[in-house]
């Protein structure tokens, strides 16, 4: 099984459905992330959580809400889909304070909103 | 938070070295530098960290500078399959880092 799942993998979906996308770890790791990728582009952080009990917005978090369910399920919800939330989208873990910071991905959701 | 720029592209052929250079002129004392790679639809991929000197693992190698204001990623022999998007990530390990991405550097590999 991989250290960091992600489900669903794919998912289309139309404007102004709820859509959530769920992550899990098996890394034990305390941090975790949610990035969204569009073609041609880096990644971009949409939120952030370094342990259960913190959630941090990151540089393009309209639009989404999280819950960090617990150390290894963090899910991402959009609440109403538009289209300019087609994307593939990143969860990723990293050890806490005592870590090397270096991030674990999983293999990526792409969203299409139709 | 250190910002990091590197060539938005690179081509090569098979069995030539790659070297992907990265600037980091404002990189902090507990910054480390750190490599990943992605492939097209994957999710990123470690491949090297570093601090300074120099560091060499079964992928690749890292060169780091006395003055640690740059790096550069060394792929060996590059393959087809070295065929990907290089990102270079500045940040402290531990702490409260949090990890930003650039657009990385896309390297072709031809035949």
């Known amino acids: 099984d991989a250290d960091v799942t992600q489900t669903p993998r794919n998912r289309i979906t139309k404007t102004g459905k709820r859509i959530m996308l769920e992550c899990s770890q098996t890394?034990?790791?305390?941090?975790m992330y949610w990035y969204r990728q569009d073609p041609g582009l880096g990644l971009r952080l949409i939120y952030y959580s370094f342990d259960v009990k913190d959630i941090n917005k990151g540089e393009i978090s309209d639009g989404y809400s999280v819950s960090r369910q617990a150390q290894a399920k963090f899910s991402l919800s959009l609440e109403s889909a538009i289209p300019n939330q087609t994307a593939l989208y990143f969860c990723?873990?990293?050890?806490?304070?005592?870590?090397?910071?270096?991030?674990?991905f999983g293999a990526g959701s792409r969203l299409t909103v139709l | 938070l250190a910002k990091t720029t590197q060539p938005i592209s690179m081509d090569s052929y098979e069995g030539q070295e790659v070297n992907i250079t990265c600037s980091h002129n404002n990189i902090a004392t507990n910054d480390y530098i750190t490599w990943y790679q992605q492939f097209p639809s994957q999710g990123p991929r470690f491949i090297i960290q570093g601090y300074k000197t120099k560091v060499t693992n079964e992928v690749a190698s890292l060169f780091i500078p006395a003055d640690r204001k740059s790096s550069t990623l060394s792929l060996p022999r590059v393959s087809l399959s070295d065929t990907a998007v290089y990102y270079c990530l500045v940040g402290e390990a531990g702490g409260s880092y949090i990890p930003t991405f650039g657009r990385g550097t896309s390297l072709i590999v031809h035949p």
């Open positions: 890394k034990g790791h305390d941090r």
């Open positions: 990723a873990t990293s050890e806490g304070y005592s870590g090397a910071n270096v991030l674990t």
